[in-house]
């Protein structure tokens, strides 16, 4: 039951996620990649913090905390979600500047080759994988091939920034991963990572950038 639920809220993530392409596409007709990178993960901070709130702590020790304790993470969380944003970070910009030079169907698909690069990379650091990658990581570099390559055998330099974005986020996954079997508070986690990706791109953002109101 606890595996149905888990994969029925992560195909509920890639159907948001798949979403967020059409719109991050359209947003760079009005404002920069890195202003956008910025804003989206200020909105996620605010979002999950009610989220952290009621669901951050153990039921026992919500009464006893005030708000601002219910938002702190714990060592091993902190540690997590600073690793995590800053993967996340990196993947997110180079996502994000790369679709000013691709159409959101091709960065979909490139980013989403991060699901067979997470086993690939995951046997490097000793992790089984699995008999079936074996046709997986072929047919992928198939839909890759068909969707980006040119004519003159040439990959456009935002395919390029998406496929190095969908490594970052491979990293992102296995370090998640890695501290979750640690004991890391994953709603915690998701907080810390949105923050570090947003000052990321906020400091970004002032280097590069003149946002306007």
Not at 96 to 123: D, E, H, N, S
Not at 136 to 149: E, I, Q, S
Request: hydrophobic share 55%.
């Amino acid at each position: 039951m606890e595996k149905a639920k888990g994969n029925l809220l992560l195909l509920l993530t890639a159907l948001i996620w798949g979403s967020a392409f059409v719109a991050q596409s359209v947003g760079m007709d009005y404002i920069g990649p890195f202003t956008f990178s910025a804003v989206r993960n200020l909105i996620a901070i605010l979002v999950l913090i009610p989220v952290v709130w009621v669901f951050g702590c153990p039921r026992e020790e919500k009464n006893r905390l005030t708000p601002c304790e219910r938002l702190e993470p714990d060592p091993v969380t902190l540690k997590a979600g600073v690793l995590c944003g800053i993967w996340m970070g990196i993947a997110s910009i180079l996502q994000q500047v790369g679709m000013v030079m691709t159409t959101a169907g091709k960065a979909g698909f490139i980013t989403a080759l991060y699901i067979i690069l997470v086993p690939i990379l995951g046997r490097f650091l000793g992790r089984p994988v699995r008999k079936i990658m074996l046709l997986c990581v072929p047919m992928a570099l198939v839909g890759f091939y068909l969707l980006c390559v040119k004519g003159d055998f040439s990959v456009s330099f935002g395919d390029f920034l998406i496929f190095l974005c969908a490594i970052f986020f491979a990293g992102q996954i296995l370090t998640i991963d890695h501290f979750l079997l640690q004991g890391a508070n994953s709603v915690k986690l998701a907080w810390v990572q949105f923050a570090v990706t947003f000052v990321i791109s906020a400091v970004l953002t002032v280097l590069f950038e003149k946002p306007v109101w």
